[in-house]
């Protein structure tokens, strides 16, 4: 069955494209043609003027629609989280688990093992931040769960097959070779939660660290005699950041001068969600602890951050303005960039033939109307 998106604003990779045609077979694009060549499809949709982007790409995800990872390492939970997200256009998920007990992480990668085979829509994997984290900068993460990485967590670390696994961890709480056995057996590792110096950052960086989890927040800072974590981010030109641009997170101002220190293409958004997006409430536990929205911050009882209440729609118009940068740009912070960060830019990230149909169709405030994923409607 071929489905055809007529009249409508596409991004494409040369640019902003009208009156072409997406023909969608199975779960790809086959083709883009203009739309007065000749061309056939079992169905059309009418996109009606609005504007068609790939599908958003979101590699921190807590939770969404009340329902917090940690409590309940599930597919049910995955599957419920995914369908909170994907009504802002997040097409493409890791869920992802914050400090626990390494009983609860095997679980955690039980459950993205079962929700890939089974199918369930735009989970890509997983994404497993701490235990192995510095307590000086372990946020909201319960002190109590933090440990050193060894040689004993490797073989459950790695056991995840047939999707992309990401660690967060503090290069300081294991060892360059421990950092190599990662990389080397396909896992993602990013630096977070880090009291690292620039040179043991710099060690990790050489030995198979390409990411670094939401820059600027808990994280050794930049300073005039010790250029710590977010100095190793900036100075490397290949890493990877992640950001979260909600206002509160990091300063605007913050982010467009780390902009300008690396090259755009290596900053991606991410939103730390927590169960608030998509639900009524706006309040839950983390671990015990009471986590409620206060002046539009996800906040403990301590005034803490914890996580953020914003999702992939938002953070994309937010950029608009926060950033100064423009839709095609932020569009690509929200989906080729992570696609390329994961691995997976040959797949995802492009409105392009052969491509993976992981769409979403927005107006002109960037309001989501559709999506589809691996070529399906959302229902």
Not at 68 to 81: C, G, K, M, T, Y
Not at 131 to 142: I, S, T, Y
Not at 325 to 351: N, W
Request: net charge negative; charged share 25%; proline share 4%.
């Amino acid at each position: 069955m071929t489905l055809a998106l007529v009249n409508g604003r596409i991004l494409r990779d040369s640019g902003w494209v009208e009156n072409q045609v997406v023909l969608i077979e199975g779960a790809r694009i086959q083709q883009i043609v203009a739309r007065d060549t000749d061309w056939t499809a079992d169905s059309t949709y009418d996109m009606r003027g609005q504007t068609l982007l790939p599908g958003f790409i979101d590699v921190q995800v807590n939770g969404g629609a009340g329902v917090l990872f940690n409590d309940d390492p599930s597919v049910a939970s995955i599957r419920e989280i995914g369908r909170a997200h994907r009504r802002f256009g997040t097409t493409g998920f890791l869920p992802t688990l914050i400090s626990d007990d390494l009983h609860v992480v095997s679980r955690a990668v039980r459950a993205a093992q079962d929700a890939i085979e089974s199918g369930v829509p735009g989970v890509l994997g997983i994404h497993i931040e701490g235990p192995f984290l510095n307590e000086a900068r372990k946020g909201v993460h319960d002190e109590t769960k933090l440990r050193w990485l060894d040689e004993d967590a490797l073989g459950l670390l790695t056991s995840l097959k047939g999707g992309k696994t990401l660690v967060t961890l503090a290069p300081e709480r294991t060892t360059p070779q421990i950092i190599r056995k990662l990389s080397n057996s396909g896992v993602i590792v990013s630096a977070g939660h880090t009291n690292g110096t620039y040179d043991e950052i710099r060690t990790a960086l050489d030995h198979g660290l390409t990411g670094f989890t939401h820059l600027f927040n808990a994280m050794s800072p930049l300073t005039g005699r010790e250029p710590g974590a977010v100095g190793a981010a900036l100075d490397d030109d290949a890493s990877w950041c992640g950001i979260i641009v909600d206002g509160h997170h990091v300063d605007p101002v913050v982010l467009r001068i780390a902009m300008r220190s690396k090259r755009r293409d290596r900053f991606m958004l991410v939103t730390d969600a927590m169960p608030t997006v998509g639900a009524p409430n706006k309040s839950f536990r983390l671990q015990g602890r009471p986590i409620s929205v206060y002046d539009n911050m996800l906040v403990d009882e301590q005034g803490r951050l914890a996580g953020s209440d914003i999702d992939m729609a938002t953070a994309v118009r937010n950029s608009l303005e926060m950033l100064e940068v423009d839709l095609p740009q932020a569009s690509r912070m929200a989906s080729l960039y992570p696609a390329t960060f994961l691995g997976l830019d040959r797949e995802l990230g492009r409105i392009e033939p052969g491509y993976r149909a992981d769409l979403v169709l927005v107006d002109e405030g960037i309001n989501v109307l559709d999506t589809w994923i691996a070529g399906q409607r959302a229902t």
